[in-house]
């Protein structure tokens, strides 16, 4: 995917700004003036052969809806398209992607499954009967939500937020930990992901604080993208974490045995702190975004969740017509 832009102030004034993002043949143009818009088509017209389609309404597989509200993007016929592969378009939907409080991991008697099944949905060897269960579920989940999606609003700021999390030793197969982060620029949802930590983590602090270096790197490049697109970052990026541990090591990261395993991710936070590139204030574990993805949970706190982040059902958050 490539990003370009033209005539706009980098350092954050009133300039205009024009956006191309391809993907292979398909193609967005977006931006804040539409005569350089079309200037930006005309020109690509008498060099390729190209259709314009109009207002975005379907890209790479994500479709989107606008309203007074904000702009509604889902992966409905994705979700469809994907229960009918799977031959569960009748199944009984479930609350929750996975149940609350579950470990998957390869139990030494258990009970395997249909291995061509499950890798045609998740790509996986040595599958066993929990772990088709688990599967099957995240699609039961699915069934219930398929038209769920993302709303985008202005919320009367520019602000970048990071939410990270981790479960400690959370593999029960080799004791790794699991940390993930949401990203919110102005608000809303940009990106998010969940990855197992390479190595075992000898502390819930440390698990957490290789959790914060990957959503600093996160930080780094989103504000990196907002200032080439002309919007500065002009305040420091909050990086939410709810171990205190974790937190502590972050505002006073002298050398000791609760440091010494990651010490580069220690350099690497102390040196965007005292930038002024980020702040790592303490949140509360209910209040903990994160949680989501890092460990299944019961129903209410996933929906919970769900909504500070804006997702959830096209029909209530969109009150106006699309």
Not at 24 to 31: E, K, L
Not at 152 to 163: A, C, D, E, P, R
Not at 279 to 294: G, K, Y
Request: net charge neutral; glycine share 8%; aromatic share 8%.
């Amino acid at each position: 995917m490539k990003l370009e832009q033209q005539n706009f102030d980098p350092g954050g004034g009133q300039g205009y700004v024009t956006c191309l993002i391809i993907y292979v043949d398909d193609m967005i143009i977006t931006g804040n003036d539409e005569q350089e818009i079309k200037k930006l088509k005309e020109g690509l017209f008498t060099e390729f052969e190209m259709k314009d389609l109009g207002r975005l309404k379907y890209f790479l597989g994500i479709e989107v809806l606008r309203s007074q509200h904000g702009i509604f993007i889902c992966q409905k016929k994705y979700i469809l398209d994907l229960l009918a592969e799977t031959g569960m378009l009748d199944c009984k939907p479930a609350e929750t992607p996975m149940i609350a409080n579950q470990k998957l991991y390869l139990e030494p008697e258990g009970e395997p499954t249909d291995k061509g099944r499950y890798q045609r949905i998740q790509f996986m060897h040595q599958p066993q009967k929990a772990h088709m269960d688990a599967v099957e579920r995240i699609i039961k989940y699915l069934k219930g939500t398929p038209g769920y999606g993302v709303l985008f609003k202005s919320n009367g700021h520019l602000n970048v937020q990071i939410y990270t999390d981790a479960d400690w030793a959370g593999d029960k197969g080799n004791r790794r930990s699991t940390p993930g982060y949401f990203s919110l620029v102005r608000g809303n949802l940009v990106t998010w992901r969940s990855k197992k930590q390479r190595v075992v983590s000898l502390s819930s602090a440390e698990a957490e604080y290789r959790g914060i270096s990957r959503g600093v790197a996160e930080v780094l490049w989103i504000r990196k993208l907002l200032t080439e697109v002309g919007f500065r970052p002009k305040r420091a990026t909050q990086v939410f974490c709810d171990n205190e541990a974790a937190n502590q090591i972050s505002e006073n990261p002298v050398q000791h045995d609760r440091t010494k395993h990651v010490e580069i991710d220690r350099h690497f936070i102390k040196e965007k702190l005292e930038a002024g590139i980020i702040e790592v204030p303490f949140v509360r574990s209910e209040d903990q975004l994160a949680d989501i993805l890092t460990k299944a949970v019961r129903t209410g706190i996933m929906q919970d969740c769900l909504g500070k982040l804006n997702f959830g059902d096209p029909t209530i958050q969109l009150e106006g017509e699309c």
